[in-house]
Nanobody
Framework: QVQLVESGGGLVQAGGSQRLSCAPSRSIFTINGMGWYRQAPGKQRTLVAVIKNDGTTKYGDSVKGRFTISRDAAKKTVYLQMTSLKPEDTAIYYC???????????????WGQGTQVTVFT
């Protein structure tokens, strides 16, 4: 049914910037937040950033101060502006939409197919 369509991945030099975007193929009404998770080979998927419909945000510790999540409510689109990229940011980045609880746990989850971000020195 609903697909999350991601774009913006690619190669970027260390210290550079990249912006990811994600939009659902159609409106999803049973969610209250969207965000990004990432997974490197052999690693667990971890939270990068999430933004709720009320505008509150949460960031993973490793990206605080470097990444910024934003949203266009009318377009139902979420963006991730990544700056000061490091090689350890290399991963597949997955867009996520879901119903977030106050403790940031989720249910009714939707996932994008992932977009590769590779940071090289």
């Amino acid at each position: 049914q609903v697909q999350l369509v991601e774009s913006g991945g690619g190669l970027v030099q260390a210290g550079g910037s990249q912006r990811l975007s994600c939009a659902p193929s159609r409106s999803i009404f049973t969610i209250n937040g969207m965000g990004w998770y990432r997974q490197a080979p052999g690693k667990q998927r971890t939270l990068v950033a999430v933004i709720k419909n009320d505008g509150t945000t949460k960031y993973g510790d490793s990206v605080k101060g470097r990444f910024t999540i934003s949203r266009d409510a009318a377009k139902k689109t979420v963006y991730l502006q990544m700056t000061s990229l490091k090689p350890e940011d290399t991963a597949i980045y997955y867009c996520h939409a879901g119903l977030y609880s106050p403790d940031w746990s989720t249910r009714n989850n939707y996932w994008g197919q992932g977009t590769q971000v590779t940071v090289f020195t």
